[in-house]
């Protein structure tokens, strides 16, 4: 492409992301039908067709299709434009100000991820300014709801509009942000999800007078049990293909985790003593190792008690739980039975709130390859590694269609890499024109690429 283009671009992919942080889709309640009314517009008088969605009042969800002759396996570029909250007190900027301001667009959304929105809008003006001659369909999907589990926007489509979505290949959020190692980047493709079991847990007991413990059966002392058995269970160590590797490409660079990763590589029963050692000196990286080592539970929500001198009858807890690819909410749910047998079962009650089974895309495919041959072309010293990622995207929904979906928005980092991380969900959220601009650089060669 031309510098000119290129430059041109730049501006364009900001001023878009500015926009699109102005319209205020915090989610509740969401209100993305602005955003995606917004995008249509912004397609429409570049000259693509769109198909607007709503599955709610104000829950709008767009689609565009760039046809191909079909020689060429289907590819959707897939987003969503809902974001979290965000207090403007917290911020040094309006967080819906869409602000650009030495060189960055500040705002809630310009990572997670109206960023890659924007760069995934260039990408398809571009293909079009370009004339490139694709070979197969390019579809275009930005949706609401992906905050609060996609019911109103990715799960809502793939169930309602199925032929409207479905390709082969999709890339959506979820890796793609640098992690700098020794000085140089290893890029992530996000291959993998934890399944998510989110369950309530209601203790039973007598009520009973406060001042006299011994007569009552305190719930909040059977949840304390419950509470202390789940939230400190080390449940088994299971080493899924997809960290192997990620474990064998940090190590591959960072010299001082080589010696541990391989030795828990070798030895994976004794990952805890490994990461506990490796927590002394690099806590975050131990943990966010460790959760990608086994199923996890965490209390998120506790209640109990109505009046300071009644013991109460009742407690109940909600649990985060999430198990790895391979595992099911089943069988965490015996595994959560068996460790709450001698607190009494019979005095507990089980509710599920939310399950759904991991999901994995394979890692060799041509898509995937392509990826990390362009990043080479980009920065020859990069490295590029799969990556299971502990949290959900809307990908699940689309892996259940059978596509194979990639997280992958390339980002390298503007800032200290953990400083960049806690701004998605946290304060001062930004991103760099200059990263914006390598973002639509790398996924237009993708796309360009594996199109013709
Ligand atoms: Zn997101």
Redesign the pocket.
Known sequence: MSANLLKEAEEEAANLLSDLIRINTTNPPGNETAAAKYLAENLGKEGFDFEFFESAPGRGNVVTRVRGTGEKPSLLLLS?LDVVAANPKEWSADPFSGLVKDGFVWGRGAL??KGMTAIEVMTLKLLKRNNVELKGDVILAATAD??RGGKAGAEWLVHNHPEKVRADYVIN??GGLAIPINGKNLFTVSTAEKGIFWFKVKAKGRPGHGSVPGVADNAIMRMNRVVEKLGNHRSKILLVPTVKKFLGEVAKENKTLQQGVSMLLANPEMSDQILDTLAQTDKSMAEELRARLRMTISPTIIHGGVKENIIPSDCEAVFDCRVLPGQSPTQAMDEIRELLKDVGLEKLEFETIQANNPSVSPMNTPLYELIVEVLKEFEPDCSVSPVLLTGG?DSRFFRKLGNVCYGFHPVRADMPYGEMLKT?HGIDERISTENLMFGTSVLYEIVRRFMT
């Open positions: 969503h997670d991820m992906e905050e959020e979820g995207t998605v």
